[in-house]
Every structure is written in C-alpha cells, then in structure tokens.
C-alpha cells in the first residue's frame, strides 16, 4: 500500500509468510462454517443531519453478523459475514498465477506476489487518500460522495476511539483461538483502531438514514491478519509521506502488532495550478488498474511481471507505501 519509508525499511513490508497466511484465509473461507465462532469486529456509522458521525464498534461472532445486510458493487444484497474474514486486496489472477494448473504452488510467481500485492497495496491507500480530498461535485453520486466524506473524518478522528461498543471494551474476548481476528483492548493498534478497520473494509453505513442495509465504505486494502498482527497506525497531520517503526516490547514477550505507521493526512493544499488541480486529484483518486492513464498492471498482463503508477504522477498527493 502506499506508505512512505523509513530510512530503508518499507513501512508496509512484502511478506512470503503472510502470503500463505492468506492462502490459508482463502481456502478456509469457502468454508461458510469455518469461522462462525471467531469474533470479528465492524465499525457502523451513521451520520446526523448536521454532517457529524457517530460511529459503534461491534465485536461478535461471524455467524452473528450474517444477518447484517451489505449492498454490493452490482446492487446485489449480500451478508456482512460474508466478507468475514477480510483478505485485503487481491491481484488479478491472470498476473502471477500462485498456483500452477495441477494445483502446485508456483515458487517463482509466489516470491514475487508479496511484493506486487504490497506495491498495489500502497497505490489503493493513496487514493483512497486522494479521494477525501475531492469535495461532493466530483463524485457520480450522493452514496459516493459520503463514503468519501465518511473516510475523511475517520482520518480526522483516528487518534480517537468510536463513540460506542458493543459490547464494552471489557466484555470483549482476548483470550482463545476465536479472538485472532480482532484487536484486542490491551494492544497498541487499539488506538487507531478506527483507521485499521476502514482500511480493511470493515467499516459501513446504512445506505440511508434508518435503512437496515448497509454500504461499505471502503473496499478491504489489508488483511484482517495484517491489522492485527502487523500494524498500529497513527495520523500525522504535517507530512505527505508514511512512516514506519519497529515497535519495541524489550524485557517483555513481544505480542503483536510489531509495527507501527504513521500516515500522513495534513491539511489539503489549495487545489490549483500552482500546487494540483481537482481533475488530477480525481483522475488519480480513481484510476482503473488495467486501463487509461494510470494502470498498475502491465499491457500484456499474462507474459509480464512489471507494474506501473504505484505512485502518483502528481505532487501533493499523499503517499502511503509504508
């Protein structure tokens, strides 16, 4: 995903383990059964008339959540638990094919499909970035014009934690195999935890005010492992770069997350020609991966391994390849 760097060390970091993880995640997701009784955790807000949200976490088991209505992209109706666990994004399976066609893992692809997911990772966080800046006239419609309002004050609240529980912070589980896919009240990513569930995709809206179905606001960037394992995010508000540290837990056994990001979110230039105009904050904000100015997938995306526009080709915009 698009985070900046420290020193070296990528703040998002490819990772081969992470991959299988994931691999494991897939398969065991077929299985509508697999994880019922694991909790999980999703972030609703509802916004008042005077534009200010009030957002509720709720932390239960996934066969809990199957009665929750999502719309989906289509306008299909669809369950929220149906999305439970959150892989994070995906790659075309025509680039890097992981598997081979008798069903062997394909070594070569698979030590280069962490690094090509991470790079996509960070062009999907800058433009989800790029998209709170875009006021209501450049969207095609009302719903995606809130959702992009939403993200936005999520950025602007993430240091603060939601306005309600359900349940409390204290009745949440922490202990047990079922409990490794939440964060946990004790950990570090506690903090933003807001943040780490929009970017996993975790985060909803009722379509319209009093409605029972509710709308995604942000399509999954991470992996629900990679939010609890990997990550405790912060926002600075003076940067247009991201930053990543080791977290130390020295004289203690170390518990995740083992990294913490801080991503930039500071106050959005006047847009111009003098810094970036609206149209190319739009024109990244919503670049198609495959076609037009700014793909990140090469031209023949089955006989090459290369990818493009990770970054934008503007200033200003914010980076995020942590």
Not at 1 to 25: F, R, V, Y
Not at 26 to 52: A, M, R, T, W
Not at 198 to 224: A, W
Not at 259 to 273: D, K, Q, T
């Amino acid at each position: 995903m698009a985070i900046a760097t420290n020193l070296t060390k990528p703040a998002i970091s490819p990772d081969t383990g992470l991959l299988t993880k994931l691999l494991e995640i897939e398969e065991n997701s077929k299985s509508q059964s697999h994880y019922d009784l694991h909790y999980f955790q999703v972030l609703i807000v509802n916004q008042h008339e005077d534009g200010s949200i009030e957002t509720t976490l709720l932390t239960k088991q996934k066969q809990d959540f199957r009665d929750m209505k999502v719309l989906e992209a289509g306008g299909t109706v669809g369950s929220i638990a149906d999305s439970l666990p959150s892989n994070g994004v995906q790659l075309d399976p025509k680039f890097l094919p992981i598997k081979n066609l008798d069903g062997s893992l394909n070594h070569k692809n698979l030590a280069k499909y962490s690094t090509a997911r991470f790079l996509f990772q960070c062009r999907k966080l800058s433009q989800l970035m790029a998209k709170t800046w875009l006021s209501k006239d450049y969207f095609d419609n009302d719903l995606d014009a809130k959702k992009a309002e939403i993200a936005r004050k999520i950025f602007l609240a993430a240091n603060l934690r939601p306005n309600n529980f359900e349940p409390s912070w204290a009745e949440i589980p922490t202990t047990g195999e079922t409990t490794d896919c939440i964060i946990k009240s004790d950990r570090l990513n506690q903090q933003g935890l807001q943040l780490s569930l929009l970017f996993g995709g975790l985060v909803y809206t009722p379509v319209e005010p009093g409605s029972d179905t509710y709308v995604r606001i942000c399509e999954p960037i991470l992996s629900n492992y990679e939010l609890v394992y990997e990550y405790a995010f912060k926002v600075s508000w003076d940067t247009f770069y991201a930053n990543r540290t080791d977290y130390p837990q020295s004289g203690n056994n170390p518990v995740p997350p083992y990294y913490e990001v801080v991503m930039p979110y500071p106050p959005r230039p006047e847009l111009s020609e003098f810094t970036v105009k609206p149209d190319q904050v739009k024109a990244w904000a919503e670049a198609d991966e495959h076609e037009g100015k700014f793909p990140f997938y090469p031209e023949s995306i089955e006989s090459s391994d290369g990818v493009q526009f990770v970054h934008p080709p503007y200033p200003y915009i914010l980076l995020s390849c942590c």
